[in-house]
């Protein structure tokens, strides 16, 4: 029987280490057979990725460095792509960022560079990924991005990064609508809280973490491979009727009042 994603070549941006949404995704979409293209920022995350990828015997078709705070770097790395792997058939969109001291207090104290930046990196980086995508996906696909349940209520200490992620979660939906008549679908997984580097800059987590085991209709936190196996889904023709959709992966915690 072929794999899911047999053929396909799928780029994966954000694996810091191995405790990355983005890592759970990596090897879902490796055990369904895809070819997988990475990109970092930080060399630190080159050197984590290469070990990480060396210890599973997983072999990247492509690794790329990738700013996306930088219009020029998404460029070459989609250029370079276009050029050493041709065709893609999907992109896993797992980055985000602020400033750790607008994590905590009041969203009220929120500066304007940090709002700037955290919209920046966690939300237009989604657009501008999907522009550049959108040139390598010929034959249609899936893109995905990851957001959380604060873009939707207010989650304390989450602040500027909630309001990035609402936003995010908009440009999913007008992304959906720009890139439909291509045959290439825009969605999002909202997960719970897991416990990553990204992580580890908002405060409150343990909080976070405990409210879902005690109120949660599954009592548990998610983990990275769950995560990575809806993520999959969405991007394979498994779901090729949607887009436009942000898909809770969250022990059902928001249907909680
Ligand atoms: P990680 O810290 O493991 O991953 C964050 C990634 O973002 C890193 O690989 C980092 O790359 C990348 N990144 C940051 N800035 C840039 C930039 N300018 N250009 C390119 N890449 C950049 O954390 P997570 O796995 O937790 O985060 C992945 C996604 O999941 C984020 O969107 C996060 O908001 C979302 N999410 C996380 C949840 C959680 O509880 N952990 C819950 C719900 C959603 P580098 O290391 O090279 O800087």
Known sequence: MTKLLEGKNIV?????????IAWGITKSLHNAGANLIFTNRQERSYQKLVKLL???????????????????????????????????????????FANRDELQGEYANTSRDGFLLAQEISAYSLVAVTKAAKELMTEGGGI?????????????????????????????????????????????????????????????FNEKANVIVEKAPLRRNVDQDEVGDATLFLVSEMARGITGEVLHVDSGFHIIG
């Open 12 to 20: 994966v941006m954000g694996v810091a280490n191995e405790r990355s």
């Open 54 to 96: 060396d210890k599973h015997e997983i072999q990247a078709k492509l690794i790329v460095s990738c700013d996306v705070a930088d219009d020029e770097s998404i460029q070459q790395a989609f250029n370079e792509i276009g050029e050493k792997v041709g065709v893609i058939h999907g992109v896993v969109h797992s980055v985000a």
């Open 144 to 204: 995905v991005t990851q957001t959380y349940l604060g873009a939707e209520r207010v989650i304390p200490g989450y602040n500027v990064m909630g309001v990035a992620k609402a936003s995010l979660e908009a440009s999913v939906r007008y992304l959906a609508e720009d890139m439909g008549k291509y045959g290439i679908r825009v969605n999002a997984v909202s997960a719970g809280p897991i416990r990553t580097l990204s992580a580890k800059g908002v405060s409150n």
